[in-house]
T-cell receptor
Framework: DAGVTQSPTHLIKTRGQQVTLRCSPK?????VSWYQQALGQGPQFIFQ???????QRGNFPDRFSGHQFPNYSSELNVNALLLGDSALYLC?????????????FGSGTRLTVV | QKEVEQDPGPLSVPEGAIVSLNCTYS??????FMWYRQYSRKGPELLMY????GNKEDGRFTAQVDKSSKYISLFIRDSQPSDSATYLC??????????????FGKGTHLIIQP
């Protein structure tokens, strides 16, 4: 049973560029959340998608946007990249939104902005 | 003051010792409390979750929540070198209140010495 799959594993981008990260949720899960984890920090909630709509958003600027597809997979887009956007980006899926447990995380995409 | 405080360590203990990890928080709306384990270059893996106050035991792991003190703990008995990892506490409020994103601590880096 495949867990959460994220691609690519690593990515290097130049400041000012745009990037798209992808996530396939665990089989049977329909809700996807994205987190940013800077080095030495805990993950920070970016946003959550359910039924192809952004359901909740953390304290991140509009440069961060997302999308959920009918097959529940999701994309995270970041525009006008800053050096401070360098981090591990984690995708987490769950069976229903708002469930207090049962989040399954992927191994993440490590983004380096130079 | 951050919403969730967690000592980053590192915490180094000999194999077989009892490990105590803890977090404090300030948001009284938090109702779900979780502990995740994260190995290097991997995503967080759910270890334990507790709803509201109380204790929960699962094998060598025990989670405790004291909402009156806004303090949560994770105990690991008979610690093994394979327990060496970063341990993240996470919490969230009830669903439907726009509080579905997890709020994480910074993580404690645990080292079990053989």
């Amino acid at each position: 049973d495949a867990g959460v799959t994220q691609s690519p594993t690593h990515l290097i981008k130049t400041r000012g560029q745009q990037v798209t990260l992808r996530c396939s949720p665990k089989s049977g899960h329909d809700t996807v959340s994205w987190y940013q984890q800077a080095l030495g920090q805990g993950p920070q909630f970016i946003f959550q998608y359910y039924e192809e709509e952004e359901r909740q958003r953390g304290n991140f600027p509009d440069r961060f946007s997302g999308h959920q597809f009918p097959n529940y997979s999701s994309e995270l887009n970041v525009n006008a990249l800053l050096l401070g956007d360098s981090a591990l980006y984690l995708c987490a899926s769950s069976l229903v939104p708002g469930q207090g447990y049962g989040y399954t995380f992927g191994s993440g995409t490590r983004l380096t902005v130079v | 003051q951050k919403e969730v405080e967690q000592d980053p360590g590192p915490l180094s203990v000999p194999e077989g010792a009892i490990v105590s990890l803890n977090c404090t928080y300030s948001n009284s709306a938090f109702q779900y409390f979780m502990w995740y384990r994260q190995y290097s270059r991997k995503g967080p893996e759910l270890l334990m979750y507790t709803y509201s106050s109380g204790n929960k035991e699962d094998g060598r792991f025990t989670a405790q929540v004291d909402k009156s003190s806004k303090y949560i703990s994770l105990f690991i008995r008979d610690s093994q070198p394979s327990d060496s990892a970063t341990y993240l506490c996470a919490m969230k409020g009830e669903s439907g209140g726009g509080a579905d994103g997890l709020t994480f601590g910074k993580g404690t880096h645990l080292i079990i010495q053989p």
